[in-house]
């Protein structure tokens, strides 16, 4: 069972009250304004027009979303508490925002969230993760070609939060170069590594995305794994990969469903390395070398993989590379390998044992 963290959900999940649950919203935008101009309850009439919003956003309609939060205003629950109007108000540029994206409009989408207060960050996670890639772009496509895409994306979507606090930005720079490399790879059965070998933050997140989706494919058809045949699949992919070999399998309309996640665990022996943001909130090192950082983005791809046998993280515990050795020992720890008796393996140093003493899956007492 795909494993998330409590924490990690609640951030994921909307940021007000759902809509009532009796109330049937029409999926055509002039019945469901008809149903908002109607309605007589102050508060369900909000709730539609934020609803409204979102329907616009969904089908990729700025101007008439911007129309449907703008109704707010008029509703007399929010002349009676403006604070009120305010939190739903941010909410409907939450969900006009994060619809936007996911429409395909990454940089109008941004441009909402950074409208939404509050709730801002969560909107642009919202926003980054959800947002497809242009159809036209995958990793067929030259090296160079998807790198200046990258960088136009970035500079685009940055430009529409510049209201916003430096942190703020930069969270949202980071997500977009983690969310990059899955948007090119993860899901599309096409496997050409060539931008893999990037050696910037863009083939950092490459490698990410190309080493999920190797996974994926290679382990498609099976779900029960010794440690052995994962490690003959981990050589076969570094095979691949170094030789730059392309392949095709069939494309998954939704692959981020298929794996486990983890929020992030940065030990204090990491906090000044370079990382990469995932999916779900996690973080994976960075490494300068390509071949090495290749090497991190496989053994977090096995992770993902829920089949992956935590002995198999036991493995590099010993390797010569420090991120490499802090790598294995936190997805060994997420695995559920504290509940075996491989644990007395580990080694008994500082940065094996923090992650051993603060593992959210320890090992029963």
Not at 2 to 9: E, G, Y
Not at 228 to 234: A, C, G, T
Not at 275 to 283: D, E, I, T
């Amino acid at each position: 069972m795909m494993f998330q963290n409590l924490v990690w959900f609640m951030s994921w999940i909307g940021c007000t009250p759902s809509q009532p649950e009796s109330t049937a919203w029409s999926r055509d935008p002039s019945t469901l304004e008809q149903q908002c101009t109607t309605e007589r309850s102050p508060e369900v009439q909000t709730t539609c027009w934020v609803q409204l919003a979102a329907l616009h956003g969904e089908l990729g309609n700025e101007f008439q979303g911007i129309q449907a939060c703008a109704q707010i205003a008029a509703v007399s629950l929010s002349k009676t508490h403006p604070e009120t109007q305010q939190v739903w108000e941010w909410e409907c540029a939450f969900r006009l925002g994060e619809e936007l994206a996911n429409s395909g409009q990454l940089s109008k989408g941004l441009k909402h969230c950074s409208m939404a207060g509050r709730f801002a960050q969560n909107c642009i996670t919202h926003a980054i993760w959800r947002h497809p890639l242009a159809t036209t772009l995958n990793s067929t496509s030259k090296a160079s070609t998807i790198w200046t895409h990258a960088q136009e994306r970035q500079s685009a979507s940055l430009a529409n939060l510049q209201s916003l606090s430096p942190d703020l930005q930069q969270d949202a720079s980071n997500q977009l170069i983690g969310q990059f490399g899955l948007g090119i790879f993860f899901g599309s059965g096409i496997l050409n590594p060539e931008s893999s070998h990037l050696s910037n933050e863009w083939g950092a997140s490459l490698r990410t995305g190309y080493a999920m989706e190797k996974v994926r494919l290679a382990t498609a058809k099976q779900d029960r794994w010794s440690a052995e045949e994962i490690q003959q699949l981990f050589d076969s992919i570094m095979k691949d990969w170094r030789q730059n070999d392309s392949s095709q399998g069939d494309a998954h309309p939704n692959p981020l469903q298929l794996g486990r996640y983890a929020q992030a665990r940065l030990s204090p022996f990491e906090r000044d390395l370079p990382k990469l943001h995932l999916y779900g909130g996690g973080r994976r090192l960075i490494h300068q070398k390509v071949e090495t950082d290749m090497h991190i983005a496989l053994i977090e791809a096995f992770f993902w993989y829920t089949h992956t046998p935590p002995a198999w993280f036991t493995r590099w515990f010993e390797h010569p590379e420090p991120l490499i050795q802090l790598t294995s020992i936190k997805l060994f720890c997420l695995s559920n390998g504290l509940r075996s008796n491989i644990r007395s393996k580990m080694p008994n140093t500082p940065e094996f044992q923090w992650h051993v003493t603060t593992c959210p899956l320890s090992a029963p007492l």
